[in-house]
């Protein structure tokens, strides 16, 4: 079975969020992409060091 290859703007936009603060990032786990793409949702989990079994962050 192939791995899920995530699309050139999706990974854009992971170092971009890198720069940014938590909300932005917390705001990113409720996108489209990430609802609907599990490998981006996994890169978006490992590169904030989310535990991917805990809590949601909490809504704003």
Excluded at 29 to 50: G, P, W
């Amino acid at each position: 079975m192939q791995d899920e290859l995530i699309p050139a703007n999706l990974l854009q936009r992971l170092e971009e969020l890198k720069e940014l603060e938590a909300s932005y990032w917390h705001d990113e786990l409720y996108s489209v992409e990430a609802l609907t793409n599990m490998a981006y949702r996994d890169q978006l989990e490992q590169s904030f060091k989310l535990d991917p079994l805990g809590p949601l962050p909490p809504r704003q």
